[in-house]
Structure formats: C-alpha cells, structure tokens
T-cell receptor, first 114, second 119 residues
C-alpha cells in the first residue's frame, strides 16, 4: 500500500547529540514537509522540499538540517544546536499541483531528550 | 506574509448539535488552498476537507462543510450532528500556490482548536 512512513516512533537522545529522523514515502510525491508539534500546540514548519535536491527553510529551521537526495526520502537531523528538541515531529508529502487536494502525514516521531 | 489564525483554543458542543470552528488567513497570493485536519489523541493527522481559492462553491464532505468567505479571508469548518468521536484537535492549514505542475508550495498550520463533544 502507498503511504508515508516515519521511523522510529519513539526516540531518546542525550543532550549534545545529533539525531536523524527518517521519513519515506512511496506516493511519488514531489513535495515533502517536516513539522514540529509541542504539547497542546499547532504544527510549526521546520523545512520543506518541493523537488529533489532542493529545500527551503520554514519558520523554525534553526538547529535542524535536512537533505533531499531521493524523491522518496526526506530525513531530518536534529542537531545539538537545537536547544529544546523534545517534541512530536510529523512528516508530510503531497503533489498539490497534480490535482492532489491533501497532504498525507506519517504517524510521527516522539523525540525526548534525556 | 502567509498566516493562519485560529482564535478558539477550546470549544464544547453537545452531541448531535452543529459546531463552527473559526479560521482566518492572510496571503497575497491569488492562488491558494485551505485545509482542515483532525488530530485525535493518537497524534495521527486525518484530512477532512479542502477549499481552493478559485472554487466557486463551498466544499462539503459528509458532515463537514467549509464556510469560505474570500473577501473576509475566513474558512470556518462546520461540523453537523456532532458525535462523541469528533472530540479531537482541529487544525486549519493553508498552502500558497502551486505555481507549476507538482509544485508543493509552503504549507502552514494554525494553532488548533480542541473540540470536546458532550454526551
């Protein structure tokens, strides 16, 4: 079945360490997105990519990095520069220009700094 | 700049009644799309309804309808005949563009409204 997969579901990180969250889609979508959600809050855009080998900063990109080397993959690295990384991270993909009218989301990764 | 505002942090509704969740937006792009998503406590994002800026009629999907008032830049979600399972966070979102085929456009979300349905 087509879909978007995030892994792992839960992730624990020690302070000062970098960690990479995986996002893979087999929907043949060009656009992919990363969001951060804090408890009781909305989704804030970290990075997005509209095409392979290109990506743009969202509203809270500091302390995060991404790559888009393949169409189906958009990994997010939470670096040690991110001062408060504990949050729920959601990845999404879409092809809005191709007549698709929704963004499809993964199940999310809950990151905790210990 | 692109902006989405949801001014109701929490709402209560009696089971079987209708409820309206407010959403206002701001954009200078003539081409944009508006979305509503539901997020239950599990964290998954469930797509509910979509309205394109050039769509002539308000979107409807089952018990969900979108009250699109372009001049006022509002896109309120109306849920008819509320059910206990409707209790969740609801997010309004906006995408500018696309400007070309398969261009995703920036997709941003509001702060959300927590809806509680009372039996």
């Amino acid at each position: 079945d087509g879909g978007i997969t995030q892994s792992p579901k839960y992730l624990f990180r020690k302070e000062g360490q970098n960690v990479t969250l995986s996002c893979e889609q087999n929907l043949n979508h060009d656009a992919m997105y990363w969001y951060r959600q804090d408890p009781g809050q909305g989704l804030r855009l970290i990075y997005y990519s509209q095409i392979v080998n290109d990506f743009q900063k969202g509203d809270i990109a500091e302390g995060y990095s991404v790559s888009r080397e393949k169409k189906e993959s958009f990994p997010l690295t939470v670096t040690s520069a991110q001062k408060n990384p504990t949050a729920f991270y959601l990845c999404a993909s879409s092809n809005f220009g191709g007549g698709v009218r929704e963004a499809f989301f993964g199940q999310g990764t809950r990151l905790t700094v210990v | 700049a692109q902006k989405i505002t949801q001014t109701q942090p929490g709402m209560f509704v009696q089971e079987k009644e209708a409820v309206t969740l407010d959403c206002t937006y701001d954009t200078s792009d003539p081409s944009y799309g508006l979305f509503w998503y539901k997020q239950p406590s599990s964290g998954e994002m469930i797509f509910l309804i979509y309205q394109g800026s050039y769509d002539q009629q308000n979107a409807t999907e089952g018990r969900y309808s979108l009250n699109f008032q372009k001049a006022r830049k509002s896109a309120n979600l109306v849920i008819s005949a509320s059910q206990l399972g409707d209790s969740a966070m609801y997010f309004c979102a906006m995408r500018e563009g696309p400007r070309g085929v398969n261009q995703g456009g920036k997709l941003i979300f509001g702060q959300g409204t927590e809806l509680s349905v009372k039996p």
